[in-house]
């Protein structure tokens, strides 16, 4: 499947004419949290049943320095992705970052095992597709879970559907036996790397959704704005993740 640029406009035409994730009060925008939350059971079953168990064994069996190393590989491909999306954010000085963090690390870095960048003073930055939607303008439209791939909004579902199909570096492996198997580790490795932060969620007691949701869109909220982000617009996220918190809280005593 391809996206051309006809499409690609036409989607960002639409999403332009949404509301956002996160409205001016910020409160969090799910008008489909029904349907949202049987998603989320679902993935949340298979990620119990199936891939949590996996990653478990991954991180008990898997000795630290091969996890870093694994972890900074996928991270190189990561940061190629980067540098496509910067460039068309027309970044220009910042892809030029990018593309000389992925020099290094692949070629001083085996490929990208080991972060040489970092210590030089070229820190990661992670571009996407959703996020060059956001940059021209296009706003997020409603909060919602995606099968297998989880929390995200219309937007990013569909700048994460491009960026699967143009510009992760795995999509051009033409083997489908080493496609399949760096896809496996990838998952696995990045399953693994969310153990600590399970343990956290698990201890608040909350409703696990609502929790899972003001998270993420808390978290992607800061990547997408970043700077541009109110200290009184964090403050009424920070206000309504721990009223919500609370509530739930209550709600299960």
Not at 8 to 21: E, I, Q, Y
Not at 76 to 96: A, C, I, T, Y
Request: hydrophobic share 40%.
């Amino acid at each position: 499947m391809r996206f051309g640029l006809p499409v690609v406009l036409s989607v960002s035409f639409v999403l332009t004419a949404c509301s956002s994730a996160i409205d001016e009060k910020g409160f969090s925008y799910d008008p489909w949290e029904p349907v949202n939350r049987k998603v989320f059971v679902f993935n949340d079953t298979l990620d119990t049943y199936l891939l949590k168990p996996i990653a478990k064994g991954y991180d008990v069996v898997t000795p630290k320095p091969v996890k870093t190393g694994v972890s900074n590989f996928f991270g190189n491909l990561d940061d190629m992705g980067s540098f496509v999306n910067s460039v068309l954010q027309l970044e220009f000085r910042k892809s030029l970052q990018i593309l000389a963090r992925v020099i290094n690390n692949t070629v001083f870095g085996l490929g990208g095992l080991f972060d040489v960048a970092t210590p030089m003073g070229n820190p990661k930055i992670s571009e996407d597709f959703g996020k060059t939607l956001a940059h021209y303008g296009v706003k997020s439209g409603p909060f919602v879970v995606l099968p297998f791939l989880g929390p995200s909004t219309v937007r990013d579902g569909f700048g994460r559907a491009v960026d699967m199909q143009v510009s992760a570096p795995l999509r051009y492996v033409r083997d489908d036996k080493i496609y399949w198997s760096l896809t496996g580790v990838n998952v696995v490795q990045s399953r693994a790397k969310l153990l600590p932060l399970e343990k956290t969620m698990g201890e608040a007691g909350s409703d696990k959704y609502l929790l899972m949701r003001d998270a993420w869109l808390q978290y992607r909220f800061g990547q997408v704005t970043g700077e541009l982000r109110s200290k009184g617009e964090q403050e009424a996220l920070d206000d309504v993740f721990r009223q919500e918190q609370e509530q739930a809280g209550e709600q299960a005593q």
